[in-house]
């Protein structure tokens, strides 16, 4: 079956600008959660959604929200960008949400430039 | 979710066995073990998890020690395709983990050397 689909896998937006992510989970996935990779914090979670709410968040602004829509696709929204937020966006989704006993499936990851 | 320890780096031979060593002293009850790997320029892989027993699948192995406070990821016979960032992570296994973030905490990981 297919896999997690993100796209698109590149973009390039200015300072200042909003910019929209999206993720297809795998069929029949509910958890859609979204990570944020930079070389210098690593790996880091930023939000899960579940049957279209959002159930936990990272520790980032407010500028980075999210929504989950019936058919479980999900997209992320930053808005102001800034330069720090040039960075490598993941979605990994779940069978069910937050159980230790079920493997997530990352997509390839978006690959955001702000210049 | 507990933090756990891992090696900055490690380097093999290929086609020899590798053993990812991961230290988990904090360990709960309830966490599973989960091991992931992200190939360069690749989103993260699931590998594998277990609780307390040792489990193997098509990828590698884990074997789990006896107070869990520690485990050992092994790939059996090396490629250079095995070549990667390996992060060993826990998980709390109720089916809802209550409050704090639902995501997995990714620490910086092993970062795997596989020479030919």
């Known amino acids: 079956k297919a896999g997690v689909t993100q796209t698109p896998r590149y973009l390039i937006k200015t300072r200042g600008q909003q910019v929209t992510l999206s993720c297809s989970p795998i069929?029949?996935?509910?958890?859609v959660s979204w990570y944020q990779q930079t070389p210098g914090q690593g790996l880091q979670f930023l939000f899960e959604?579940?049957?279209?709410?959002?159930?936990n968040k990272g520790n980032f602004p407010g500028r980075f929200s999210g929504r989950q829509f019936s058919n479980s696709r999900s997209e992320m929204n930053v808005s102001t960008l800034e330069l720090g937020d040039s960075a490598l966006y993941l979605c990994?989704?779940?069978?069910?949400?937050?159980?230790?006993?079920?493997?997530?499936?990352f997509g390839q990851g978006t690959r955001l430039t702000v210049v | 979710d507990a933090k756990t320890t891992q090696p900055n780096s490690m380097e093999s031979n290929e086609e020899e066995p590798v053993h990812l060593p991961c230290n988990h002293s904090?360990?709960?009850?309830?966490?599973?073990i989960h091991w992931y790997r992200q190939l360069p320029s690749q989103g993260p892989e699931y590998v594998i998890h277990?609780?307390?027993s040792n489990v193997n699948n098509r990828m590698a192995s884990l074997a789990i020690a006896e107070d869990r406070k520690s485990s050992t990821l092994i790939l059996h016979r090396a490629t250079l395709r095995d070549a990667a960032v390996y992060y060993c992570?826990?998980?709390?296994?109720?089916?809802?983990?209550?409050?704090?973030?639902?995501?997995?905490?990714f620490g910086k990981g092993t970062h795997l050397i596989i020479q030919p």
């Open positions: 992570i826990l998980r709390d296994g109720p089916l809802y983990s209550g409050g704090g973030a639902d995501g997995l905490t």
């Open positions: 904090t360990i709960s009850g309830t966490d599973y």
């Open positions: 959604y579940f049957s279209e709410t959002q159930r």
């Open positions: 277990g609780l307390t």
């Open positions: 069929s029949g996935h509910r958890s």
């Open positions: 990994a989704s779940s069978l069910a949400r937050g159980t230790g006993y079920t493997e997530a499936f």
